[in-house]
Structures are given as structure tokens and as C-alpha cells.
């Protein structure tokens, strides 16, 4: 009865509704720490209740700016804060807020996200976790640069405390270009993720994959440059001068990256730079005058490493004549034009263990280092990931078989051209633990980094960041909040970016759900019977929510919103599952049938409980309908005309 008239007596919100932007910073608040929450139904502190939450979340959900959903924020609940935490930052940021709306000005978001950023002190911070530079100098100076381990890794520590103060900035670049190249899915330091990979890369191309590791590349590549030139580490350490003098080979140029590094340049400079080292590196095994230099140059300076060449290559790269002609085996077996037909490699020994490197050049019982260049040379000569993996089969499915029998298995998945099916026969590859969660092929339960780099990779592309900077950062938000997004655009953005990676999961529970409930059935302490029944309610209440007749009619809808090749979630498909999963909130017929397919769960579940108890104890309301009515009336899009009021003040 409490809570019927407490609900009764509420003030109605007004066919046309006005905001008062002022808050009562005066305002007296009882003691909390003799207040227990639902102590009397639904209400969570004195004056606040279940309801009231309810009715201002509804109100800023459709609020048109973020600046009125701030003031909204600051109006009812900024007083409250301050009282339970007074400092003047909460005061005084309430005030511009309120200030700007009064005026009818916008806010200057990027000046305070700077002068927060500054607050936090980031880069002081990265600063700290170099901490015994100053200490690694003086045992260097201590013993006059002489050769030893303290001096050699002395010049990593100048290199590492500038570089610190950029970290995160420059890591951020490389880790959002692999977020949007493959997605979240394949950093959920799982094997679920590699195999997530594997799918996503099998259609593109050898060429399209080196040339987007290229791109990835020269970003560290220049910011190491940079760096390299700001603490001046050619004139500290020998070993490195002669790199830069083997790159310069590479480069065919004559001035040496040393000589590069000791003058100042633009960022575009130092990008250009990195290209060109990363295409001479690359261009090692596609030139047979540069392949021939660039040895030249390494045995004039590691001329102690000529034994392990010939090692591991078979070819006495200390002389002129082998290197050319080892350079020329290098090249062809490169060229687009190479006649090598690749063979299928058989292990004679059949017991790896016995196997020794008793003959220079070779890498495997009769596979020398140069049929190893070849089919190395082929596969990035494949059309496709997919074709390039086949050829390797092609070469290695005898020999691997021995080793690890599903290879066989999954060789044959690879020639099918089915991507789904080459990712499930990858994750039946992978040994799994008794004690991991990861116990079915077809039910992937996502990981906290899974979870945590979706968040990442949501936050990246709702404020459009390519990098985390604090001019950049600062730059995105202000844009972002001045913009027409608003409180209930952000949930939704969420929402998408979410729910597109739960579909394809989803997608492969479909696909072999009996065997996934059956694995489940089999796990579980309950008789077949309550099992069975706690899937069908379970699935009911789904079915239900996202408004399908049956388990059937979802999964072909979810079938058709899967790209064949890459296994991702279509973004249609997201947004439409998204837009059921919030209809809810202003559907009254979906709220009821929701509710009451919730309410069959909770019986289910909470035997000893009833379930109208619990919903009058902690919310307030006498019945489902009820609180479906107050729902959808609150979240009514046209409330107001678009113009909010807010309630009493709490």
C-alpha cells in the first residue's frame, strides 16, 4: 500500500514541459548511514525511489544534446554528490555546465579534457616506470664505455624513458589499426580468437595481408627512428652504427641511417624513412644485386657469424662466388616466374626425435634450406591465405600427420574452401583442459580481454580516434559531445558494437545446438527432465524479447546476417537485433511479454521467492503491468516535444 501511494501522489509531468536550469546547491539531505535501501518498497535512499530513477533515466535517454543531459545530471543528483563528497570540482563543474545552458553557449569541453588530462599527469607517469637511468649512466661513465652488459644496455634505457612519455599514443596506433583491419574477436587471448583470425585472413590475399603488416609497420618503425635521433645513440654503441651501415647498403644509398638520424625532420620524413627500410628489408629476397650487398656488408661486419650461415643455409656466404649464386637461388625461388612445382615432403626416419643436423643447409631430413626458400616463395606467390595454406599441405601433410594426427583433419577442412568449417577444425586442433570453460567448438564463452577490447574497440570508433593522445582525445570529445548524439545514440552505438560480436557465436550454437545442449546436459547436476525444462524457459524468454515465433525462424535470421567468408556479424543485422532488445522500453506489448517470460525464469529459479513480492519489495509496483505502463510512458520518445522537465530535485 506504500507504494501505491507513494506512486499516486507523484507530480504528473505536463503536456508541455519547461527546465529551470539552476541548482539548489543549499539543499538538505538526511543522514544515509541510517537509511537502509528497500527498506520501505522501492525506495532506494529518503525521497528517491525505484520510479524516480526510472522516470529520469526515460527523460535524458531522449534528451537532444549531451549539455542538457549534464544539466539534467547536475540539477537532480549534483547536490547530492557534493554533500556526500564535497569538493569544489563537482560545484564548479555543475556551474559551466548549467552556466552554458543558461546562456545558450556550448561548453568548452576540450579545455577542461586537457586540463584533466594534465591532472592525471600521464606523462609523468610513464616517466616513472623508468627508474634507474640516471643510475645505469653513472656505472657506464664509472667504467669509461667499456664493453660490458651494464654498458651495452645502457642506450635502451634513454630510448625507453622518451619513448615512455609517448607510449601509449604510439602503441594506441597500431593496436586501433588491427582492431579495424580484423576486429575484437581475435584478441580474446583464447584460441577461439586465433582461429577467429584465421577465418577473417583465409579470403584475403598474401600481397593484401604483407601489404597491411607493411602499413602496420612503419609507424613503430618512424617512431623508433625519431627517438633513435633524439637520444643520439649512434655515437654510444658500435653494434648499432653497424646496422645503420648494413641498412644503407640495403637502401643503396650513401648516407647511412646515422647520418640520416643526425639532423632534425618531420614526422612525414621519418614515415618515408621507415617505407623505405622496411621495402629494403624487403627487398633482399626480390633483388640479386641488393640480396648480394646486403651479405657483402653483413660478413664485413659480423664476419664471425659466416660458420652459422653456412650452418643453417648450407652455402659458404664468406665467398664472392657463393654468395652470388646463392643470391641467385634466392631470387628465382621469389620470382613470379619461378618453375618450382612444390612436392609432397616424406619423413623417412619417421621419429623426429632422432633427427640431427648432421649435414650443413638442411632443415629437415633431405629438405634443404633452399626447398624451404621455395615453398616459402610459393606460398606468398597463392592467390589467397586459403590457397597458400593448401600448398603447404600440400608439402607438409605426411610429415605434420606424424606429429599431430588432426593435421590430416584439417588439411582436408582447408580444401573444402568452407571458411566456418576450417575455423571449427582450427579450434579441434588446440588440446583442451579439463578445467577450462571452452569445452564445445560451438559454444565460445567470451573472455574478460575479449570483453575488454570490444569496450576498446567500441570507444575507438564512437569518438573516432586513431590514436590516444591527449590532443587527439580532447579533440574527439569535444567534437563528439557538440555534436547531435545523445545519452540514448551512445547505448545503441554500444549495443551494436556488442551485439555484432555475440551473433556470430550465436550463429554456431544454431548451427550445432543439439550437440551444445547435449555437452551441456551432460555437465549438469540436474535430472534430463528440469534440465529440459530450464531450456525451453530460458529460450522462451529470448525468443520472446527479440520478438521469434521459434529457436528456428532466429537462427535463419541470424544465418543470413553472417558474412560467409569472414564469420563477422553484418551491421544490419546488428542494429536490428539492437532496436529489439530495446523495444521494451517504449513497446508496453513487448514490456508485458518480456516480463512475464522473465517472471516463468524467476519462478523457475527462486522457488522459495514469489515473484510479485520480490517486484513490489525492490521496485515498487503491484504488478507487471504497471510498471510497463510507467516504463514506456517515461521512455515516450514525444515527451515534451522534445523539450524535458525535470522532476522535484532530489
Not at 136 to 142: H, K, N
Not at 245 to 274: M, P, W
Not at 512 to 521: G, K, M, R, T
Request: contains cysteine; charged residues 20%; hydrophobic residues 40%.
Amino acid at each position: 500500500m506504500l507504494a501505491v501511494s507513494f506512486f499516486s501522489t507523484s507530480r504528473a509531468i505536463p503536456a508541455s514541459c519547461q527546465t529551470n536550469w539552476k541548482i539548489h546547491w543549499n539543499r538538505q539531505y538526511p543522514n544515509f548511514s541510517k537509511f537502509t535501501p528497500f527498506s520501505n518498497p522501492g525506495v532506494i535512499l529518503p525521497g528517491e525511489t525505484i520510479n524516480d530513477t526510472i522516470r529520469f533515466v526515460g527523460m535524458v535517454w531522449n534528451t537532444p544534446s549531451w549539455e542538457e543531459f549534464m544539466g539534467h545530471v547536475c540539477i537532480q543528483y549534483g547536490p547530492l554528490l557534493y554533500s556526500l563528497h564535497p569538493r569544489e570540482q563537482i560545484r564548479s563543474e555543475c556551474d559551466l555546465v548549467v552556466t552554458s545552458l543558461q546562456k545558450g553557449q556550448k561548453s568548452d569541453i576540450f579545455g577542461r579534457c586537457v586540463s584533466y588530462w594534465d591532472q592525471i599527469g600521464v606523462e609523468n607517469m610513464a616517466r616513472s616506470l623508468i627508474s634507474n637511468y640516471d643510475q645505469c649512466l653513472r656505472r657506464r661513465d664509472m667504467k669509461q664505455g667499456s664493453p660490458s652488459l651494464d654498458s651495452s644496455m645502457c642506450y635502451i634505457h634513454p630510448l625507453a624513458t622518451v619513448y615512455a612519455t609517448n607510449l601509449l599514443e604510439k602503441t594506441s596506433r597500431v593496436a586501433f589499426n588491427l582492431l579495424e583491419w580484423l576486429g575484437p574477436s581475435p584478441f580474446s587471448a583464447d584460441w577461439f580468437g586465433v582461429c577467429s583470425a584465421l577465418r577473417i585472413l583465409l579470403s584475403d590475399s598474401i600481397n593484401q595481408i604483407l601489404d597491411k603488416l607493411n602499413t602496420l609497420l612503419m609507424q613503430p618503425v618512424a617512431d623508433t627512428l625519431e627517438y633513435l635521433h633524439q637520444v643520439d645513440i649512434c655515437n654510444d654503441v658500435q653494434t648499432v652504427r653497424n646496422f645503420f651501415d648494413l641498412l644503407a647498403i640495403l637502401q643503396n644509398e650513401d648516407e647511412s641511417v646515422c647520418g640520416f638520424l643526425s639532423d632534425d625532420h618531420s614526422r612525414e620524413e621519418y614515415l618515408d624513412k621507415g617505407a623505405i627500410i622496411i621495402d629494403a628489408v624487403l627487398g633482399v629476397a626480390v633483388d640479386e644485386e641488393v640480396c648480394s650487398d646486403a651479405l657483402t656488408g653483413f660478413i664485413s661486419l659480423y664476419d664471425q657469424y659466416g660458420a652459422i650461415c653456412y650452418l643453417i643455409t648450407g652455402w659458404n656466404l664468406t665467398s664472392d662466388l657463393s654468395r652470388q649464386r646463392f643470391c641467385g637461388e634466392l631470387v628465382a625461388a621469389f620470382s613470379d616466374n619461378s618453375p618450382y612445382i612444390p612436392n609432397s615432403y616424406v619423413f623417412q626416419a619417421h621419429d623426429l626425435t632422432r633427427f640431427i643436423y648432421a649435414n650443413e643447409g638442411q632443415v629437415l631430413p633431405n629438405f634443404s634450406f633452399i626447398e624451404a626458400v621455395n615453398v616459402l616463395g610459393a606460398f606468398l606467390r597463392s592467390e589467397s591465405l586459403s590457397a597458400g595454406l593448401v600448398l603447404l599441405c600440400d608439402v607438409f601433410e605426411l610429415f605434420l600427420s606424424e606429429i599431430k594426427p588432426t593435421v590430416q583433419s584439417m588439411c582436408t577442412t582447408l580444401r573444402s574452401d568452407s571458411a566456418a568449417a576450417v575455423e571449427k577444425a582450427c579450434i579441434a586442433l588446440f588440446p583442451q583442459s579439463p578445467n577450462s570453460p571452452y569445452f564445445h567448438p560451438s559454444m565460445r564463452i567470451p573472455t574478460g580481454p575479449y570483453v575488454i577490447v570490444t569496450g576498446v574497440d567500441m570507444t575507438r570508433k564512437l569518438f573516432e580516434l586513431s590514436e590516444i593522445s591527449r590532443d587527439h582525445v580532447c579533440s574527439a570529445l569535444d567534437t563528439y559531445f557538440h555534436s547531435s548524439s545523445n545519452l540514448q545514440s551512445m547505448i545503441r552505438f554500444g549495443l551494436d558494437v556488442y551485439i555484432a560480436e555475440i551473433l556470430p557465436i550465436a550463429d554456431k550454437i544454431c548451427k550445432d545446438y543439439d550437440s551444445v545442449i547435449n555437452y551441456i546436459q551432460n555437465q549438469s547436476y540436474l535430472e534430463v527432465r528440469k534440465f529440459q525444462k530450464r531450456v525451453r524457459i530460458i529460450l522462451d524468454f529470448i525468443l520472446t524479447h527479440l520478438g521469434f515465433s521459434d529457436r528456428h525462424q532466429l537462427c535463419q535470421t541470424i544465418d543470413t546476417g553472417i558474412d560467409i567468408s569472414s564469420g563477422r556479424a553484418k551491421i544490419k543485422l546488428a542494429e536490428t537485433m539492437e532496436k529489439q532488445v530495446l523495444l521494451f522500453l517504449t513497446d508496453s506489448g513487448r514490456c508485458k511479454e518480456s516480463a512475464q517470460s522473465f517472471q516463468r525464469i524467476f519462478v523457475e529459479f527462486n522457488v522459495e521467492s514469489e515473484f510479485l513480492e520480490f517486484l513490489t519489495h525492490y521496485t515498487g509496483y503491484m504488478s507487471l503491468s504497471s510498471a510497463c505502463e510507467n516504463l514506456n510512458g517515461f521512455f515516450d520518445p514525444g515527451l515534451c516535444n522534445g523539450k524535458l522537465f525535470v522532476m522535484n530535485p532530489f
